[in-house]
């Protein structure tokens, strides 16, 4: 069962979050289950591959699921529209978890975070800094600040970013002396703006039938830039992301070393890493052999994980 709610972002109460919430077969409101949050990559909004997602794995784990748009996006509140403030949408997971916790029939002690693209990296951040997060899930992750600095086949210099940071400090003055706002692309808008396979790939999921939407129109505003260039998804993954670990990469995704760099640098003693051969970064969204693949690896994942945390619970004889 599906469900379309809306609530107040804790973090900031001026802006109503949309979300899509999972309810699993045979879902009792009188019972406690776990539930998983589900994180949109950047541009992305909902009713694209965070709901798919969403929707699979309250099928196979039997639990709550919900996956909703960032504050600035999709049919959420805020502005300016489409702001892609990295710090914003790591804390917007840990808003959604607090609206988790008001729901009778969720048990506010076994929550699960995963996400898509960017929305895996953000996720890895929420739980480096929030406990509540019990286990970890990414698909074709992104660290959003390493791939604006460092291209998206790491092969450019950290520094040799300044460029756009100066882009997104312009972009403030101008917007602060009366200009419209400035944005920029998060995915290619324009076929011929592709620069490789993979994201004339991420083009066509956007922008065309394959699974494009109104409320995602595929750019960013350029004040980001400010945030994202200097920003780390992973900081401090070393101490502070010990919470089990399930990653999910392409076996030819150009991102695949950002997967890499994360399962690396996780302090979790329970991590893996697994590879979805023949697939590349798009093609995890919503390719159904891919999609299958990689739910047949994080619902067991989650399963075990947050079960584990529920049996922990119980009272011994």
């Not at 995890?284 to 922990?312: G, H, I, R, T």
């Amino acid at each position: 069962m599906l469900q379309k709610i809306s609530f107040k972002n804790s973090s900031n109460p001026n802006i109503t979050m949309s979300a899509l919430i999972n309810f699993p077969e045979g879902f009792d409101e009188s019972k406690k289950y776990p539930a998983i949050v589900v994180t949109h990559p950047g541009g992305g909004v909902k009713e694209q591959t965070a709901g798919l997602y969403a929707q699979k794995m309250a099928a196979e784990t039997g639990f709550i699921t919900i996956a909703t748009d960032a504050s600035y996006q999709g049919e959420s509140g805020g502005e300016p529209r489409q702001l892609e403030n990295p710090y914003i949408r790591t804390e917007d997971i840990s808003a959604v978890i607090d609206y988790l916790t008001t729901l009778t029939y969720v048990d506010k002690d076994t929550i699960g975070a995963m996400g898509i693209c960017a929305g895996a990296g953000y996720t890895a951040n929420a739980a480096i800094n929030d406990r509540r997060i019990k286990a970890v899930g990414t698909i074709s992750a992104v660290n959003i600040g390493s791939m604006f600095r460092n291209g998206w086949e790491n092969t450019i210099k950290s520094a040799d970013a300044i460029p756009s940071l100066e882009a997104g400090s312009n972009a403030r003055n101008l917007e602060a002396n009366g200009s419209d706002i400035v944005t920029f692309a998060l995915a290619p808008l324009k076929k011929e703006d592709a620069p490789n396979p993979e994201l004339l790939e991420a083009w066509e999921y956007y922008h065309t039938q394959r699974c494009e939407y109104p409320t995602a129109p595929g750019f960013a505003t350029s004040r980001s830039l400010t945030q994202i260039i200097s920003y780390d998804a992973f900081n401090m993954a070393e101490d502070f992301l010990t919470q089990p670990l399930q990653i999910v990469a392409g076996s030819l995704a150009g991102s695949k070393w950002m997967s890499q760099d994360l399962y690396n640098r996780a302090a979790s003693k329970n991590k893996k890493f697994h590879i979805v051969e023949g697939s590349n970064h798009m093609k995890l969204y919503d390719v159904p052999q891919y999609v299958d693949e990689a739910v047949s690896v994080l619902a067991p994942f989650f399963k075990e994980n947050l079960e584990e945390v529920q049996d922990s619970k119980k009272p011994t004889s």
